[in-house]
């Protein structure tokens, strides 16, 4: 168990629709980064926040959006789904931004 | 971004020690190397890492080459539970703290 929670588990969903990943990150940790894994990409960075702010941006489409929250909780906010979004959500959280990362088990959402 | 280049899998004996491969010609005098591994269903976990100097931890060693330009993540023992895949990262310092993961080794464990 890494110490970092993502809920839900599981999210089956239609084409259009907005859904939105919740990460709570381990104890004491500032940073939080967003990963998708898809079959065809792999494990790609889409995003990070560190202490509330957003502090590097990777692969993110402009439909997809996130913030991190006061209590260092973060969301990921995915609108106008396409079949394509269908992939594995990964949430991982550090200390600061050059420490090992901890990886939630993440959410795999399934767009139909 | 540096990048790295990994066998896309390996097989191993179960106690035997393992030997995983990473090149990376184009690494650069502050980018850190790094290991990750992702068993099955489950996230991404952290392994070890180093700048130059060989590392160990309670779960395997990190050897670098002196020019830097590979390294070889060395599982002691492997286990049924290492199976699993392997990324071999470089982290860049000045420049942005995300994980690019490639392709990675997929570690295939037999008893």
């Known amino acids: 168990d890494s110490g970092v929670t993502q809920t839900p588990k599981h999210l089956i969903t239609a084409t259009g629709q907005r859904v939105t990943l919740r990460c709570s990150p381990r104890?004491?940790?500032?940073?939080v980064y967003w990963y998708q894994q898809s079959l065809d990409q792999g494990l790609q960075f889409l995003i990070q926040?560190?202490?509330?702010?957003?502090?590097a941006k990777g692969n993110i489409l402009e439909r997809f959006s996130a913030q991190q929250f006061p209590d260092l909780h973060s969301e990921l906010n995915l609108s106008s789904l396409e079949l394509g979004d269908s992939a594995l959500y990964f949430c991982a959280s550090s200390v600061s931004r050059g420490n090992e990362q901890f990886f939630g088990p993440g959410t795999r959402l399934t767009v139909l | 971004d540096a990048k790295t280049t990994q066998p896309n899998s390996m097989e191993s004996n179960e106690e035997e020690p393992v030997h995983l491969p990473c090149n990376h010609s184009?690494?650069?005098?502050?980018?850190?190397i790094h290991w990750y591994r992702q068993l099955p269903s489950q996230g991404p976990e952290y392994v070890i890492h180093g700048l130059t100097s060989n590392v160990n931890n309670r779960m395997a060693s990190l050897a670098i080459a002196e020019d830097r330009k590979s390294s070889t993540l060395i599982l002691h023992r492997a286990t049924l539970r290492d199976a699993a895949v392997y990324y071999c990262?470089?982290?860049?310092?000045?420049?942005?703290?995300?994980?690019?993961f490639g392709k990675g080794t997929s570690l295939l464990v037999t008893p």
């Open positions: 184009t690494i650069s005098g502050t980018d850190y």
């Open positions: 104890s004491g940790d500032l940073s």
């Open positions: 990262i470089l982290r860049d310092v000045n420049s942005g703290y995300a994980l690019n």
């Open positions: 926040y560190y202490n509330g702010e957003e502090r």
